[in-house]
């Protein structure tokens, strides 16, 4: 009998050990996520604009004048994308959310300076670094619209929210 409940005994320890390991390694899990999100609002607007001129750089064989004026321009967008991120933050903190005129005056304004920065690397490229950098945009477009249905799909389905489009209750499919 007394085997026995050893025997027991050490099988609860095993399982209350397991539990404590599973609980530990989420939590490390879920820390790295969150971790991982702030990493890019760590660089400056000067750092990130040379590091997106390098990357151009390596990709359309830019000479130095054109890595100049196109820095310019990415460091203009840095300050500009780091402003609203500013503003974005600081309403979601108060809760406050944009009317439709701001959702549209803020999607135009976006248009417009994509619009602004096609034209002005129309000017610094020549037609094959042109052509070249407007299909490196699309693939990069293309994966981005691609991660955030991910991630959407993900949160909507971690909080069983329903389909925005037909209003159908989203269902875990575990």
């Known amino acids: 009998m007394s085997k026995r409940y ?29 971790e991982r999100v702030r990493k890019g609002a760590e660089f400056t607007s000067e750092q990130q604009a040379t590091l997106q ?3 151009l750089t390596l990709k359309l064989d830019l000479d130095d004048n054109q890595q100049k004026a196109i820095y310019e321009i990415m460091k203009l967008n840095a300050v500009e994308r780091q402003k609203k991120r500013e503003i974005f933050q600081k309403n979601k903190q108060d809760g406050v959310q944009l009317t439709s005129d701001e959702r549209f005056e803020f999607q135009n304004n976006r248009l417009e300076r994509k619009i602004e920065q096609k ?9 094959e670094q042109f052509e070249k ?23 909507n389905k971690s909080r069983g929210q329903r389909d ?4 159908r209750q989203i269902r875990n499919q575990d």
Do not use: P, Y
């Open 164 to 167: 925005g489009k037909s209003g």
């Open 119 to 127: 034209t002005a690397l129309k000017k610094i490229l020549n037609e």
């Open 6 to 34: 050893k025997t027991i005994d050490i099988m609860k320890k095993l399982v209350g050990l397991t539990a404590i390991v599973i609980l530990f390694s989420l939590t490390i899990t879920a820390q790295g996520k969150k």
């Open 133 to 155: 950098w407007t299909k490196i945009n699309n693939v990069q477009k293309r994966k981005g619209q691609e991660n955030m249905k991910k991630r959407r799909a993900a949160k």
């Open 53 to 55: 001129v390098k990357k």
